[in-house]
C-alpha cells in the first residue's frame, strides 16, 4: 500500500515569510496527525484530526500555524509568519483511528528559516 | 500531565551485548505505550506496542507499572539495530507524547 506523502522534502524560507506544507495520508486512515520535531527533541504533536474534526490543537501556536483536512483526506499545516525557532522537521501521521493504533510516518519537510 | 523520560540521548554498546533502551513515563490513568524507531535516512515507524507483547526484531519491552517503565530490551545487538529509539505513550483523549529519542550505536 502507498504510504503517507509529504510535501515539499525541504523548504527554505525568510522570517516573516509564509510557508504552507502538504500531506496526503494512507488511504481509509480516518486520524492524520501534524508533528513539529526540533533538531535533537522527540516529536511534538501539533494538531491531530478525526476525519475533516480537530481532537487535539493545544500544542499549536494558533497566532501563526494553521491547519485544515478538508474532506477528511489530505490536509495542509500553514505558518504566517514564520520565525527562526520554526525551523524544524515537519511530519504528517496517520493511522486508521486514534485509539491504540499504529501510527504511519511520511518522510518529513525539514524547513530552515533564516 | 503526561510526560514521556528517556534519559540517555545515546547508547553505545558492541555487536553481540545485550540492549537496554530505558523509558520512564507520567500518566494518571493506564496508559498505551509504544517504541517507533527511525534507521537512517529511513522514516519514523512503529517497533511494537505493549498491548500486543511481541518481540519485533529480537526486541522486547515490558509495561511495569509499578515503576512507571517501558524498558526496550534485547539480548545480543546487532549492527542493523543501530537508529534512533522513541517511546512515546498514548493517555487521555488519545493525546500522544514522545520522547526525545535514545540513539543507539552498535560498535562492530
Known amino acids: 500500500e502507498a504510504g503517507v506523502a509529504q510535501s515539499p522534502r525541504y523548504k527554505i524560507i525568510e522570517k516573516r515569510q509564509s510557508v504552507a506544507f502538504w500531506c496526503n495520508p494512507i488511504?481509509?486512515?480516518?486520524?492524520l496527525y501534524w508533528y513539529q520535531q526540533i533538531l535533537g527533541q522527540g516529536p511534538k504533536l501539533l494538531i491531530q484530526f478525526q476525519n475533516n474534526g480537530v481532537v487535539d490543537d493545544s500544542q499549536l501556536p494558533k497566532d501563526r500555524f494553521s491547519a485544515e483536512r478538508l474532506k477528511g483526506v489530505d490536509s495542509t499545516l500553514k505558518i504566517q509568519p514564520a520565525k527562526l525557532e520554526d525551523s524544524a522537521v515537519y511530519l504528517c501521521?496517520?493511522?486508521?483511528?486514534?485509539?491504540?493504533?499504529?501510527?504511519?510516518f511520511g518522510q518529513g519537510t525539514r524547513l530552515t528559516v533564516v | 500531565a503526561q510526560r514521556v523520560t528517556q534519559p540517555e540521548k545515546l547508547l553505545s554498546v558492541f555487536k553481540g551485548a545485550p540492549v537496554e533502551l530505558k523509558c520512564n513515563y507520567s500518566?494518571?490513568?493506564?496508559?498505551?505505550l509504544f517504541w517507533y524507531v527511525q534507521y537512517s535516512r529511513q522514516r519514523l515507524q512503529l517497533l511494537l506496542r505493549?498491548?500486543s507483547r511481541e518481540s519485533i526484531k529480537g526486541f522486547t519491552a515490558d509495561l511495569n507499572k509499578g515503576e512507571t517503565s517501558f524498558h526496550l530490551k534485547k539480548p545480543f545487538a546487532q549492527e542493523e539495530d543501530s537508529a534512533m529509539y522513541y517511546c512515546?505513550?498514548?493517555?487521555?483523549?488519545?493525546?500522544?507524547?514522545f520522547g526525545i529519542g535514545t540513539k543507539l550505536q552498535v560498535i562492530p
Open positions: 488511504s481509509g486512515h480516518a486520524t
Open positions: 501521521a496517520s493511522s486508521l483511528d486514534p485509539a491504540n493504533t499504529e501510527a504511519f
Open positions: 500518566y494518571s490513568g493506564s496508559p498505551e
Open positions: 512515546a505513550l498514548i493517555g487521555g483523549y488519545q493525546k500522544v507524547t
Open positions: 505493549h498491548i
